[in-house]
């Protein structure tokens, strides 16, 4: 097993992260409201593999990781020491979930800013993973999409089965490579409330936090229910007021806000639970939200916790097996990394997940981007596949498309 050591400097002056977010190939980001990391170089990798299994055999690899290693910690915060950036596939029985324990780390919270450097104790630097390229990307279209959409209806109506997630794809080709430095510093600026990410290609802005520990507290949001945004505080506050009465959003969101409740109550004491949803506005749409907080009553990672709420409700289905089927079935293309679990963790075990919604899988001028509904009995297919495309929009205006 690799030895890492690692050394973490406060630094004198709060840098802009994306303004010093260096020009190489796979630098990584991850940033909410000017706070978070940039990343760059491997110190370490872990392959989660495939399978059921997949988080508990990760947790206990980064355990033994960071369990060994040697590290000189001068700030002592949630995310300085060794740190390890990890990506999920949404699929259990996909390949492709990658977990890196980055070289450099570049960190800033509200009352400190740090830089870590981690290196494997012996001096040599393991070998790198190169990304599988775009050739084996799959697409839907939008035909395909409301086909799908009327299929998990009528599956829905026959088996009682409460929702499934449908998603789609769009692929494009540049003239030029993206400039995935600008397309972050355009998501961040105009979603200051998500979660900005680059990681292994995989860019995007969630507003999803699957989970956040710090110490004992656990935090989760939940998201379900979409309406536009209004191009009139008038038009928007109406928007916003019938979705909060919509019978058919407020029951898609229960199930998500049920779904993760379920989890918590499992894992957590003292656990407070938003008694209504509320209105989450974005810069395109606004969202029904739930959040979730308690006191941990056992000693679980970040990670581990993550992977006992993934899927949810809000990404997959209810029940999630007939609904994970279905989207197997159905929806015609391997998601990949996308509405997986995305995020960072420390070697005490808090971190930062997020689910990898609102993004595009980029490989230099390739890109594929991503939106997803969630389907229920009373679902129009026209209507479902409008709001992917305004999901979309995120995406593609910081992408100039």
């Not at 012996?122 to 799959?138: E, I, K, R, T, Y």
């Not at 079935?329 to 509405?339: D, I, L, P, Q, V």
């Not at 495309?389 to 498309?401: D, E, P, T, V, Y």
Request: aromatic share 6%.
């Amino acid at each position: 097993m690799t030895v890492l050591r690692s050394r973490t400097v406060r630094l004198p002056v709060a840098p802009d992260l994306l303004d010093v977010l260096p020009a190489l190939a796979g630098a990584s980001v991850w940033v909410r409201g000017g706070d978070g990391f940039i990343a760059w170089g491997d110190a370490a990798r872990i392959d989660p593999g495939a399978g059921e299994d997949r988080f508990v055999r990760a947790a206990s690899e980064l355990r033994a990781l960071f369990g060994a290693a040697q590290s000189d910690d001068e700030v002592v915060r949630p995310g300085t020491g060794p740190l390890a950036l990890m990506s999920f596939t949404f699929d259990p029985m996909s390949e492709g979930s990658r977990i890196v324990v980055p070289a450099f780390v570049i960190g800033r919270a509200a009352d400190a800013a740090w830089i870590t450097v981690t290196a494997p104790a012996d001096g040599l630097a393991p070998s790198p993973v190169v990304s599988s390229g775009s050739s084996g990307w799959s697409s839907s279209g939008e035909r395909e999409f409301t086909q799908a959409v009327v299929r998990a209806r009528s599956e829905i109506r026959a088996r009682w089965l409460a929702k499934v997630v449908l998603a789609r794809t769009e692929t494009t080709h540049a003239a030029s490579p993206f400039d995935v430095r600008a397309i972050v510093r355009a998501l961040a600026s105009a979603f200051p409330q998500c979660f900005t990410f680059a990681f292994e290609g995989l860019v995007g802005a969630s507003p999803e936090m699957l989970v956040r520990r710090i110490g004992s507290t656990v935090e989760s949001l939940v998201l379900a229910g979409t309406a536009r945004r209004g191009e009139t505080p008038a038009q928007d506050e109406g928007f916003g007021a019938a979705l909060v009465a919509s019978e058919k959003e407020r029951s898609e969101h229960s199930f998500a806000a049920d779904s993760a409740r379920d989890v918590m109550e499992l894992v957590c004491s003292d656990l407070k639970v938003d008694a209504e949803p509320w209105l989450l506005r974005l810069a395109n749409v606004q969202h029904l939200a739930t959040s979730l907080r308690g006191e941990l009553t056992e000693s679980l990672s970040a990670l581990e916790i993550a992977g006992k709420l993934h899927p949810t409700a809000a990404v997959c289905g209810v029940p999630s097996t007939d609904a994970l089927a279905i989207i197997r079935s159905y929806e015609g293309f391997e998601r990949g990394r996308y509405a997986g679990p995305i995020g960072w963790m420390d070697a005490r075990g808090d971190g930062e997940i997020a689910l990898a919604i609102r993004c595009a899988e980029i490989d230099g001028a390739d890109a594929r981007l991503f939106a997803g509904n969630g389907i229920v009995a009373g679902s129009d297919p026209d209507a479902e596949l409008a709001e992917t495309k305004l999901k979309l929009r995120a995406m593609q205006q910081a992408m100039g498309l």
